[in-house]
């Protein structure tokens, strides 16, 4: 059993910068692939990003590629994406995710967090 809790949403203006972080539980963390994902109102739940159990694979949406990063410490039970030049559009409830390997595909990840709330304004 992983459980998962994100941190560091907000309000921000388009061209600021934002960390999330989420912080696992459990003894196993650094044997699963870690993933964010966001679901903007009305929408469905896409996907940002991923990261390989020892960080050495990362994987990004097109939508977020060249603004976001996502990294790990595995020695801190925690994943984080750095968000930067942030648009209007990717105003968001974002989650974090893990997955038993490496994917970018919501159903292959087993335990989700409660998510945080990103809002971009113009």
């Known amino acids: 059993q992983v459980r998962l809790v994100e941190s560091g949403g907000g309000l921000v203006q388009a061209g600021d910068s934002l960390r999330l972080s989420c912080a696992a539980s459990g003894r196993t963390f650094s044997s699963y692939a870690m993933g964010w994902f966001r679901q903007a109102p009305g929408k469905e739940r896409e996907f940002v990003s991923t990261?390989?159990?020892?960080?050495?694979?990362?994987y990004y949406a097109d939508s977020v590629k060249g603004r976001f990063t996502i990294s790990r410490d595995n020695a801190r039970n925690t994943v984080y994406l750095q968000m930067n030049s942030l648009k209007p559009e990717d105003t968001a409830v974002y989650y974090c995710?893990?997955?038993?390997?490496?994917?970018?595909?919501?159903?292959?990840?087993?335990?989700w967090g409660q998510g945080t709330q990103v809002t971009v304004s113009s």
């Open positions: 995710a893990a997955a038993r390997h490496y994917s970018w595909l919501a159903n292959d990840y087993n335990y």
């Open positions: 990261i390989r159990w020892d960080g050495d694979r990362t």
